[in-house]
Structure formats: structure tokens, C-alpha cells
């Protein structure tokens, strides 16, 4: 039995950075001559930076120690340049962290110890750097010399907030201009079923015409179901819907301790296959098109080649999002996934029933430190800000929780053992074989996704027997989907209907860069296979009433 302390320690270290970082100390105590060699190198920057620093304010052509990438926004502010003092103490910050990544790098460790040591020494080094002081962040002093002192009240008083309401963590984003129902999951929709699962929305016509097929949106349920329909104007659901489909949506339940035993079975079950048997009553419609996103993409997949094994085929087309089918290469994820971690999740999962959101969320923001945890540090607390309004953000907020069991599984089977992609995983009695998905795919992934990597996606191509269109937009894990046509919006797609090549290299090589979104893209390729046009069905039937308006009471949990 773990000891109390010991269990706390897991909690707030359940990746395992420390024990990662204590491998690469004692590699380096025990072949000391890379991390000396680091260490006398470090010394004879820092020697040099007041030279350095001083022959470049006397316009002197003096090369910087360690050139700083002009990308980073840190350092924007002219000041980092003009001032002897600041360009100094950016130079010895850049060479402390080239330091520090040398001594990592030269530790003779396995990679995923060396990938976590990696991790914690970048979020060590973001959370040192100078422009998170108030008095070596010149933005900061200048702020406050502006405002006499009022934006360092304010900054003060904004991370008393976050100590006390935020887990000490700053405001990503303001939530309080935005209201579920009212600016976020707007799209005109009523509640036709709901078990103990899942609501499943109908949304209701917005073209006097529509395709024969309906449509079904599977989310996933680490987040909540409305990034699918988010603001007006930013939501795919309501382009469908403006666009001649019937659509309808799963909002599953914010699961508690009390579904700590919930499955990824149940999910098949209770989730799409059920949302299947009532779409099909109310509508009367034989084919059903899926579209799912990110997990809801892996479980819709799942689903399609589960009732296809069993001789069912109502599923029609099926569009994947930013989904990972095969896990061989998850990415950076792949640094919380590994099997000791995925121990001790597993453990801390059987003491709480559920994985909090909060953890989850944690997750992704280390993965991009500088943009999502300081960036904000620097913002609200030293310049007094108030966090951005923005609806992506007000989304990831609203986090949820996810039951033990059925994360327990989707973390062993699919992340570690990847088998999803081998054609083994077991799901309510059958091995699940993707091979027998054989109607058309439709596969978006995201040139910057952190979290499902597009060349990772693309493997879909290869596991799917059916005929696919690949598709790489712009953006990340999010603002892939949320991918309204503008300006700023492109996409890469393949011409023609060739089929993919085996390798994700190969096929950017052969693709054309576009003008627009993707949704367009998928507009033209959805009515070719979405049937003939059609009165609109009605809403709910006499089996499935309606039970309310949307977006329901699940999402609101």
C-alpha cells in the first residue's frame, strides 16, 4: 500500500517528470565529461555576456553568444536590444537554456525517459525566463509607468483570483459574455432521446430541401459536445444543417464517480449504435453518415466496423477529424501514455472513479507552456489584463471528466498497445476489424495539431477499405474544425480521386494547396454521397418525443 505522502507526490506527478529528471542527473553523475564539457561552456558565455553585451550598445559587430529566435514574442519589445542590461540577461537566460538541453540530450537514458526530461526542462526553462518578472519585462514597467502602478494593482488582484478560484493557475479566458444555448451550441435543436449516457440532439431544418441521408455528429467526450456547434457563424453543425443535411448530435453526460465502471463498450452501445436505432425511427431513412471527432472519430470508426462484422451496414459515409486510428506515433501525448504513466493514472483513477478534466487540461497546456500557462502569467498577473473573450477558449474551459474504466481501457488498448490498428482490440464480444469499413471516408487533419498529428491520421487511408479522401486544413487541433470559410482559411487535398499513397510524404507531394475551407471541400463531397434531395423529416417521432429544446441538460453539467 502507498503511503500518504507517497500518493500525493503520484498525484501531482502522475507522468512521472521527476523520476525522469533524477535518470538524467544520475546518467550525468556517472559519465560526467558531456555534462562538464556543457557546464565549462555555460561558464565562458557567461563571462562573456557583459562584453558582449556592451560592444553591442556601442554599435560594435559583435555576434550574440546564443542568436534569439525571432519568432519568439517574449522578446518583441525593443528594449531587449537597445538596453546593455536586458540584452545581457537575455543572453545569459538563452545560454543557461542551451545548457540545460545539452545536459539532457548527452544523458545516456531510454527516449521516453529522455522525452520527459526533455518536457520538464523546456517547461523549466519557459518558466524562468525573465519576461516572467515584473522587473525584467520591460513591457511590464512600461505598463505600469503608464498607468502609475494601476496595472500592477490589477495584475495583483487578478492572481489573488486565480490562487483562490483557479487552482493558482492563470485565466485562459474570460467566460462570462458567453452562455450555452445563447453564443455557444445556438443552432436550433431539440432533445429526442437521452439515457443514461447521452442526449441526442435533432436539429431542426434551415433548407426547405434536404439530402436523404441523415446525418450524425459523435463528439468526444473529453470535452463537450459543442465545439461542433460552436458560435454562429463558427459552427460545422450549423453549415451542414444551412447546407441541406438533417443532423443530429450526441451530448454525452459529464460522467461522476457513480460511472466509474462505464466502458468503452457501453460507449459503442449506449452512444452511436443506440443514436443509430433512433435516427432511423424518426427519419425512416436506411443510411445513416457519421461525422466524428478526435475520440468521438476512434469510437465512430470503431462503431461503423462493429455493426459491419455483424451484418449491419446503416452507416454511410463516414468523416473523421483530427482522429487518430493508429497510435504507433500519438505524438507529444505519447509522453503521457507510456505504461508506467498509463500505471499511474490507472491508480489514481481507481481512488477517484474519474479523471478530472482539470488533469487532462493540465496536459495540453504543458505541451505548449509558453502560449498557454505564461503567456497568461505575464498578461493577467504582471500587466493586468483581463483575460481574452474568445469561444474556442470559453469551450476548453468547460471542461469534463472521463470514467475509469472506460479511460482505463482506451489508454491501455489504444495508446499502448495500439490495438486499434492491429486488428485486436475486442469491443462487446468482437475483435474490431477496420478492414471492414468499406463506404467512403472522409479524413481532415490539421497542419499544427499537437494532439493527433496529420501524418499519424493519415495511416486512416491504410486501415479503411473503403475509398478516402484526405484532406490537411489549416490550424491546430481545434482551429482545424472550427475552420469557417475566410480569408486567412486553406486546405491541401489530393486532385481527383486518386487513391492515397501509402506514405503521408507522398501524398503532400502530390497535393494542391487551396484557397477556403475545408467545409466547402466536404459540402461538394458530401452531396455526392449523401442521396437524393427530400422533404425534411419531422422532429422526434412517436417513439422518440421531443423532451425538450437543445441544447439539452447534459451539456450543461
Known sequence: MLAPESVLFEDLDVVGFGDAVAQVLRAGATRPAAPARAALRLAADLARVPLVAAGHWLGADVRPLVPPDPKDRRFADPAWDGNPVLYGLRQGYLAAARFAREVVAAADVDPGTALKASMVTELLIDALAP????????????RAFDTGGASLARGARNFLDDLVHNGGRPRQVDTRPFQV??????????????????????????????????????????????????????????????????????????PTAAMSGTTMDDYVVNGPATALDVIQDIT??????????????????????????????????LTLLNTLLDYAEPGPLGTFTDRRTVDRIERKMRREGVLEGASMAGTFDVLRANDLIFNYVVSNWLMGQDPPAFDILAWNADSTRMPAAMHSFYLRNLYVENKLAAGTLEIAGK???????????????????HIVPWQSSYRTTGLVSGPVRFVLS??????????????????????????????AAAWRAGAERRTGSWWEDWSRWS???????????????????????????????
Request: aromatic letters at 8%; proline letters at 10%; hydrophobic letters at 40%.
Open 131 to 142: 519576461t516572467n518578472l515584473a522587473l525584467t519585462n520591460p513591457a511590464v514597467l512600461k
Open 181 to 254: 444555448g445563447r453564443d455557444l451550441a445556438a443552432t436550433p435543436a431539440k432533445v429526442v432521446y437521452r439515457n443514461e449516457l447521452m442526449e441526442l440532439l435533432q436539429y431542426e431544418p434551415q433548407t426547405e430541401r434536404v439530402r436523404a441521408n441523415p446525418m450524425l455528429c459523435s463528439p468526444p467526450w473529453i470535452n463537450k459536445y459543442y465545439v461542433m456547434d460552436l458560435a454562429p457563424g463558427r459552427s460545422f453543425v450549423e453549415w451542414a444543417v444551412k447546407h441541406g443535411r438533417t443532423v443530429f448530435a450526441i451530448s454525452y453526460r459529464n
Open 284 to 317: 425512416g431513412a436506411d443510411t445513416i453518415d457519421i461525422v466524428g471527432l478526435c475520440l468521438g472519430g476512434a469510437l465512430t470508426a470503431i462503431t461503423d466496423a462493429w455493426l459491419r462484422q455483424a451484418g449491419d451496414d446503416r452507416i454511410g459515409t
Open 431 to 449: 475483435v474490431v476489424d477496420l478492414g471492414a469499413i468499406k463506404a467512403p471516408t472522409y479524413v481532415v487533419a490539421a497542419i499544427n495539431d
Open 474 to 503: 489549416s490550424g491546430g487541433h481545434i482551429a482545424g474544425i472550427v475552420n469557417p470559410p475566410g480569408p486567412k482559411a486553406w486546405y491541401e487535398a489530393a486532385p481527383g480521386d486518386a487513391t492515397p499513397p501509402a506514405d
Open 527 to 557: 452531396d455526392e454521397h449523401s442521396g437524393p434531395e427530400q422533404d425534411p423529416p419531422r422532429i422526434g417521432s412517436d417513439r422518440y418525443p421531443v423532451l425538450g429544446d437543445g441544447p439539452g441538460d447534459y451539456v450543461l453539467g
